[in-house]
């Protein structure tokens, strides 16, 4: 075959694909092997591939890769989210091969057997593998030396000896396939008209968006998994993605439950091989169903029918770091790229969201009560102003003599507070000292199971100081303010025979200890948790009765437009915790602003009067989604070199009466791991390409030189 021209994106952070030639017929999403300077990388075949003749000074790709291609979908859905977020093309490509580089057979797992033959030497541990084994049958050599307690080697001199015969196993199927029929149950009426709503969207084979609207406890899983049953049925395939992966261990079972098989799981914390073999179980069709963090996305589908984002609303699907994207709405591109079914669910749906339902762009189906018939829990503010705690306190006398009538009864009480550690500030009584992180324009955190000071942002942390390391004072510091380290310190005091757990994501042990305690919760082998947002997301804690609400208007007071949302959505899914199953379930919010319109519309329980108001004042103010903006955040090593490039930025930006620019404003985290930050946030008219608009304006500036980051950020999230 002639050769001919091929462009290779390689994942790399570049935005265009390079051109090489080749005489093999290569398509674009083939993978390939080719040379870049004196390295050899992966890219993938792009579209647009020159036909152009092959002139002598490119470079030849050096051969087509044995991974199944990139389906077009994926490679459309890179370009789309590289147009989108100004990410570069390379960079997004990325995600979708990042595991692919580790492909390759599964390693050969060895079993063992007894011979019968006895070994000439007899030890303990020799003599613990043997009576393990007596039954004859084949065990993996791992388990074995596992379960009796030994060294693998000792497995390996009993082999050498002949006491032991070794067989190779064939590998693990990485999920066995799911069953629609295994246990269907018995939907209630309105479970059953939404369950047909999916099915039928699932049978049209066009792309729709469904929000599953439920209130919490309403059932919205059992719902989506009829519309996964559709989907095994007719051998396509679904994508179940979960804000918090790593605690879903939960899902897991339930979907086994269903199924009678676990999904695929696909998070960070997977090994690497097995990932590789779900990524090529998926390209080629042998996995139907995977559960997932936001990266999922980026998996290669190729008959994608179902999209499901569990809990729409959460802020993890927003990706920070790298690749600024937001899951759901990609979620939404790729389903129209697929043209398939996509359910988001939400007891709070985000405001675009549940904006997209009210203007029928989105189809509403809707879960009004609980499937065990409880009420949701009834709110009632507590007013600090009025009947705040004693001093040093954090628990008002009526919330104390709740979560007392509570454990009385023998069931649970949920205390909220969204502060890890024990307390967000350490004071120097002396001389005023606040200990401050040394990369960051941040407090440090005492931690005290840890006894370390810890920076949120950058991971700092240091023992506490004996002595003042201005004043030299010794024994000066106290800790001002509450953290659920500190508050669990009041409840001890106030409960002594209680049995408290506080539950934060940043506790030794990591998930694994994460995923015993909240066990723990569930059966009830504790009486008052103490928990961080973690406790907000999606848990079913039959026997939690009541939840109080220490410190409600603590996500209230940033300049953050999505404040009220966040709070309204955070402090109803914790309540939502509460009376799952039984009748009862009460919620206390502590709060020094009841008249706020968010506690108003949280106390009165009426959503909408929220999302009304909400959705008013964002049009009115021609914010998201009513508008478009991008923020654009310049750090550097020094503030001045940051700033003065921040203000050159600014004014370099093409005049437009569509745009609008805010700053340059030093960022309200003025420093995060030792760089200096300043911010611009441009808005538009929701039709206007502010994607567009801003790569032109930033390809057209003066360069960024030496310590200088630009970083663009459409539609963000956080303003700090
Ligand atoms: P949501 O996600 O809406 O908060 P879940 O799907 O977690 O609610 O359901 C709440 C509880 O009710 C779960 O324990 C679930 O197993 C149970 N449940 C919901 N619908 C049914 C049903 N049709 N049959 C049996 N149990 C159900
Ligand atoms: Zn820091």
Not at 240 to 264: K, Q, V, Y
Not at 343 to 354: Q, R
Not at 365 to 394: C, H, N
Request: hydrophobic share 40%; proline share 7%; glycine share 8%.
């Amino acid at each position: 075959m002639a050769e001919r021209i091929v462009d290779v994106l390689v994942p790399l952070a570049v935005d265009r694909p390079y051109s090489y030639k080749t005489s093999e017929a290569l398509i674009p999403g083939d993978i390939v092997h080719v040379p870049l300077g004196n390295r050899e990388e992966t890219g993938v075949v792009w579209p647009g591939s020159g036909e152009a003749p092959a002139t002598a000074k490119l470079k030849s790709v050096i051969a087509k890769s044995d991974y199944p291609r990139l389906p077009l979908e994926l490679v459309k859905l890179i370009d789309w989210i590289a147009d989108y977020t100004l990410a570069p093309r390379g960079m997004v490509l990325r995600m979708a091969l990042r595991r692919s580089s580790e492909l390759g057979a599964a390693r050969e797992k060895i079993g063992v057997r007894v011979t019968g033959v006895k070994p000439p030497r007899m030890t303990d541990a020799r003599a613990r593998v043997l009576s393990l084994l007596e039954n004859g049958l084949l065990r993996s050599k791992s388990e074995a030396a596992e379960e009796a307690g030994v060294s693998p080697s000792v497995i390996d001199g009993l082999i050498d000896q002949g006491a032991l015969e070794a067989i190779a196993l064939p590998p693990e199927p990485i999920a066995l396939p799911p069953d629609a029929d295994f246990a269907v149950p018995e939907l209630n009426p309105a479970q059953t008209s939404a369950a047909n709503e999916l099915r039928e969207a699932v049978h049209t084979k066009k792309f729709s968006v469904n929000l599953l609207d439920g209130v919490t406890g309403s059932g919205k899983t059992e719902v989506y998994f009829e519309a996964v049953a559709e989907i095994l049925k007719t051998k396509r395939q679904a994508l179940i993605l979960l804000p918090e992966i790593a605690l879903t261990t939960r899902f897991l079972d339930r979907f086994a439950e269903r199924f009678g098989e676990r999904p695929a799981e696909w998070h960070s914390a997977i090994a690497p091989r097995k990932r590789a073999r779900t990524w090529e179980g998926i390209a080629k069709g042998e996995i139907s169903v995977v559960a997932g963090a936001r990266s999922a996305l980026f998996l290669p589908f190729n008959d994608l029918a179902l999209i499901v984002l569990d809990e729409e609303h959460d802020p993890a699907y927003k990706q920070e770091d790298g690749v600024h994207y937001h899951a759901r709405d990609m979620a939404v591109v790729r389903g129209s790229l697929a043209q398939a079914t996509v359910v988001l669910t939400s007891a709070t749906p985000s405001i675009e969201t549940e904006n997209n339902a009210r203007r029928g762009r989105y189809k509403r189906l809707q879960l009004s009560e609980r499937y065990s018939g409880t009420e949701v829990p009834q709110l009632e503010a507590i007013d600090l102003k009025k009947e705040g705690p004693r001093k040093g306190r954090w628990i008002s006398p009526r919330l104390e003599q709740a979560i007392g009538e509570t454990i009385s009864r023998g069931e649970q009480a949920l205390l909220f507070l969204n502060r890890r550690g024990y307390a967000p500030l350490t004071l120097c009584r002396s001389c005023g000292l606040r200990m401050r992180c040394v990369n960051c324009d941040t407090w440090l955190v005492e931690h005290r199971y840890r006894k370390r000071l810890v920076c949120h942002h950058c991971g700092f942390d240091m023992p506490p100081p004996q002595h003042c390391p201005k004043c030299e004072t010794a024994d000066s510091f106290v800790p001002i303010g509450p953290g659920v380290e500190r508050l669990e310190e009041e409840v001890r005091a106030a409960f002594p025979d209680a049995r408290t757990l506080v539950l934060s994501s940043d506790m030794s042990g990591g998930v694994e200890r994460l995923r015993a305690e909240l066990e723990a919760v569930t059966n009830r082998d504790v009486d008052i948790v103490i928990g961080t947002q973690l406790v907000a997301k999606g848990h079913h804690f039959p026997g939690l009765a009541l939840v109080g609400i220490i410190d409600a208007d603590l996500g209230l007071n940033y300049g953050d437009p999505r404040a009220a949302e966040r709070t309204f959505q955070l402090l109803h899914q914790v309540v939502g915790r509460a009376g799952r199953e039984k009748a009862g379930g009460r919620g206390l919010l502590q709060t020094y602003q009841p008249e706020h319109p968010v506690m108003k519309a949280l106390l009165a329980g009426d959503r909408d009067a929220f999302y009304d108001s909400e959705i008013a004042s964002r049009e009115e103010a021609g914010l998201p989604p009513f508008g478009k903006m991008a923020a654009i955040i310049v750090s550097a090593k020094e503030g001045p070199a940051a700033e003065s490039y921040a203000r050159k930025l600014a004014a370099s930006a093409p005049l437009s009466d569509d745009v609008r620019l805010l700053g340059p404003a030093e960022a309200p985290l003025s420093m995060i791991r030792g760089r200096h930050r300043w911010r611009l946030l441009v808005t538009s008219p929701r039709n206007f390409d502010l994607s567009h608009y801003v790569r032109e304006w930033l390809a057209a500036a003066p360069p960024a030189r030496g310590s200088l980051r630009v970083q663009v950020d459409v539609d963000p999230q956080s303003f700090l």
